[in-house]
C-alpha cells in the first residue's frame, strides 16, 4: 500500500502509528529542532554520565592497593570487629 500523508492504518501493520508521521509543516522545522534537541540529550543523557564514568575509572585506576596493603585493611577492619564485639 503507498504512503497517503494523514492517511490512516489500513494495512494492519500494527507498528505503524498514523499520530507519529510526519506532515509538511515538520519537514521545516523539524531538522534545527531535532539537531538542538539530540544535542541537549546528548550533553545531559550521553556526555555528563561519560564524564563522572571517566572519572571514576581513573580515581580507581590509580588508587595504590597491593596485595600487602589489602592485607593490611583486612586485618585492621578484623581487629576492630573482635575488639567492638562484647
Known amino acids: 500500500m503507498p504512503y497517503r500523508e494523514g492517511s490512516a492504518n489500513t494495512s494492519g501493520d ?6 507519529l508521521r ?3 509543516a ?9 539537531l ?3 544535542t541537549k540529550l546528548a550533553h545531559r543523557g550521553i556526555l555528563a554520565p561519560a564524564v563522572v564514568l571517566l572519572i571514576s575509572f581513573l580515581a580507581v585506576y590509580h588508587y595504590p592497593i597491593t596485595r600487602e596493603k589489602h ?3 583486612r586485618a585492621e577492619l578484623a ?6 564485639q562484647p
Request: charged share 15%; glycine share 4%; hydrophobic share 45%.
Open 14 to 19: 500494527a507498528l505503524a502509528l498514523p499520530a
Open 22 to 24: 510526519p506532515t509538511s
Open 71 to 73: 592485607a593490611q585493611i
Open 79 to 84: 581487629r576492630r570487629k573482635s575488639s567492638s
Open 36 to 38: 538542538d534537541g539530540v
Open 26 to 34: 515538520m519537514a521545516t522545522a523539524l531538522p534545527c529542532e531535532l
